[in-house]
């Protein structure tokens, strides 16, 4: 019903920047929360930044000064913007979305199948 595509990842540099860009579609009528989530390998899915259908965003301590979250609602988009990375940076990143669908009542979670960032020199 939702599908969710994110794109940007790679490798960078320590100091580096990457923009991640996730795109949702399918039956859409509103989305809620969207937000980039991130699991390292041995480690637990972590949130990093989420911003609300009104623009309030929150950071984990982690990305606060480096990372800046953004969405885009015409085009059902949401967007990272990395900057200063660093290695414990690298992890796959997640995006999700709470969406009202079509015809429905309510708001559901919907992922993203993740993408590489690996920050190395």
């Known amino acids: 019903q939702v599908q969710l595509v994110e794109s940007g990842g790679g490798l960078a540099q320590p100091g580096g920047s990457l923009r991640l860009s996730c795109a949702a579609s399918?039956?859409?009528?509103?989305?809620?929360?969207m937000g980039w989530y991130r699991q390292a390998p041995g480690k637990q899915r972590e949130l990093v930044a989420v911003?609300?259908?009104?623009?309030?965003?929150h950071y984990a301590d982690s990305a606060k000064g480096r990372f800046t979250i953004s969405r885009d609602n015409a085009k059902n988009m949401v967007y990272l913007q990395m900057s200063s990375l660093k290695s414990e940076d690298t992890a796959v990143y997640y995006c999700?979305?709470?969406?009202?669908?079509?015809?429905?009542?309510?708001?559901?979670?919907?992922w993203g199948q993740g993408t590489q960032v690996t920050v190395s020199s």
């Open positions: 999700q979305m709470v969406v009202s669908l079509k015809g429905g009542y309510g708001g559901s979670d919907y």
């Open positions: 399918g039956s859409i009528f509103s989305i809620y929360a």
């Open positions: 911003v609300t259908s009104g623009g309030s965003t």
